[in-house]
């Protein structure tokens, strides 16, 4: 006889403030280090060690939701950057913004060169190497993935293994609205 199990979802009411904080302490646990250790001129780093200049050079291309708090961003170059909020990610260039909620998303699908099939030596090579951008695939529940460029090496990886984790914001958190 065969015995069905379904899975039953616990959704953990937080803050944006409380989603903020565990989005950086994934950050910090991946790293292996407290805030302390950065400066904000990393290539991927918290928002809020960024020049209150820069904070706001960046803000000002992103109308965001209500409640939602920048907490991590990844510089691409002098005028791209992936921001990640309490909500979602956001691709900012000077084409404008495009934006993944969490709550769509399934995971990352991880760097195009690695595509399915292609683990040879020189491939695995190059996306090691630091100082280069490639796509990579942040893949949504409907199935459909979306790419945007990402830094190589140690920042690339950081990314990849850190927003894997946000999935559960989407899943798990509901966020609670401020009265």
Same mark, same amino acid.
Not at 8 to 20: D, H, M, N, R
Not at 68 to 92: A, D, G, K, Q, Y
Not at 116 to 131: C, F, H, Q, R
């Given at each position: 006889?065969?015995?069905?199990?379904?899975?039953?979802?616990?959704?953990?009411?937080?803050?944006?403030?409380?989603?903020?904080?565990?989005?950086?302490?994934?950050?910090?646990?991946?790293?292996?280090?407290?805030?302390?250790?950065?400066?904000?001129?990393?290539?991927?780093?918290?928002?809020?060690?960024?020049?209150?200049?820069?904070? !706001?050079?960046?803000?000002?291309?992103?109308?965001?939701?209500?409640?939602?708090?920048?907490?991590?961003?990844?510089?691409? %170059?002098?005028?791209?950057?992936?921001?990640?909020?309490?909500?979602?990610?956001?691709?900012?260039? %000077?084409?404008?913004?495009?934006?993944?909620?969490?709550?769509?998303?399934?995971?990352?699908?991880?760097?195009?060169?690695?595509?399915?099939?292609?683990?040879?030596?020189?491939?695995?090579?190059?996306?090691?190497?630091?100082?280069?951008?490639?796509?990579?695939?942040?893949?949504?529940?409907?199935?459909?993935?979306?790419?945007?460029?990402?830094?190589?090496? !140690?920042?690339?990886?950081?990314?990849? %293994?850190?927003?894997?984790?946000?999935?559960?914001?989407?899943?798990?958190?509901?966020? !609670?609205? !401020?009265?």
């Amino acid at each position: 006889m065969r015995t069905s199990y379904s899975t039953v979802v616990v959704k953990v009411s937080k803050t944006p403030g409380e989603v903020a904080a565990q989005i950086e302490r994934w950050f910090l646990l991946y790293h292996k280090t407290e805030k302390t250790s950065f400066s904000g001129s990393e290539t991927f780093t918290i928002f809020d060690l960024l020049s209150p200049e820069k904070q !706001k050079e960046l803000v000002k291309h992103v109308e965001f939701n209500k409640q939602e708090i920048p907490v991590l961003v990844m510089f691409l %170059n002098s005028n791209e950057c992936i921001l990640n909020t309490t909500e979602r990610f956001i691709h900012i260039d %000077n084409k404008g913004t495009s934006s993944l909620y969490y709550t769509e998303f399934d995971g990352p699908n991880g760097f195009k060169a690695l595509g399915p099939g292609t683990m040879d030596n020189l491939t695995v090579v190059s996306i090691k190497k630091e100082g280069k951008l490639e796509e990579f695939g942040l893949k949504k529940k409907d199935g459909e993935v979306v790419y945007w460029p990402v830094p190589t090496g !140690k920042p690339g990886f950081a990314f990849w %293994n850190i927003t894997d984790r946000f999935k559960i914001i989407g899943r798990r958190f509901v966020i !609670k609205k !401020k009265k």
